[in-house]
């Protein structure tokens, strides 16, 4: 009775980690990503091509991600093929690339690892990760400038 109760655990457990790497495989980008700046009740910020808020995490140190596992799938990095492209009003000079521990390459703007929001998805200017305390430090919005929205913070 045992051995059927342990081989359906196993097939639980494969089953969960293959959705896991269906999800992370499918946030990957096959064409060079796209920032811009928006607007939002923050003021001009950095989107990207879908005008999504694009946060920075204060725990990145350096040109390096500190942010992978459940912390990627709830903050997923703004990744690219290729060099990213500046849209309206985003200043192509700040715009940069990092390479990710899992080999994907992630866009950089002011030498900060770009992240959107799974709870902003589908809601262009929405901006409720600003000032999220997760995974050991804040999220804050990307102003135009290329520094963090703190908005008083």
């Known amino acids: 009775m045992r051995r059927p109760t342990a081989i359906l655990a196993v097939l639980v457990v494969t089953i ?18 796209t920032v811009k700046t928006g607007t939002s009740s923050l003021g001009r910020i950095i989107v990207d091509g879908q005008s999504h808020t694009l946060y920075l995490f204060q725990k990145d140190k350096g040109a390096k991600s500190a942010c992978a596992g459940a912390c990627a799938q709830n903050w997923p990095p703004l990744l690219t093929k290729g060099a990213p492209k500046a849209g309206p009003s985003a200043k192509a000079s700040l715009l940069g690339t990092i390479k990710r521990a899992d080999g994907t390459t992630q866009v950089t703007y002011n030498k900060h690892p770009l992240y959107t929001f799974v709870v902003d998805k589908n809601k ?16 804050y919005v990307v102003a135009a400038k290329g520094t963090a929205r703190t908005g008083g913070y």
């Open 16 to 33: 969960a980690a293959l959705a896991s790497l269906t999800a992370i495989a499918s946030s990957a980008t096959s064409k060079p990503a």
């Open 124 to 139: 262009p200017g929405s901006t409720k990760g600003e000032g999220v305390d997760a995974f050991g430090a804040k999220w």
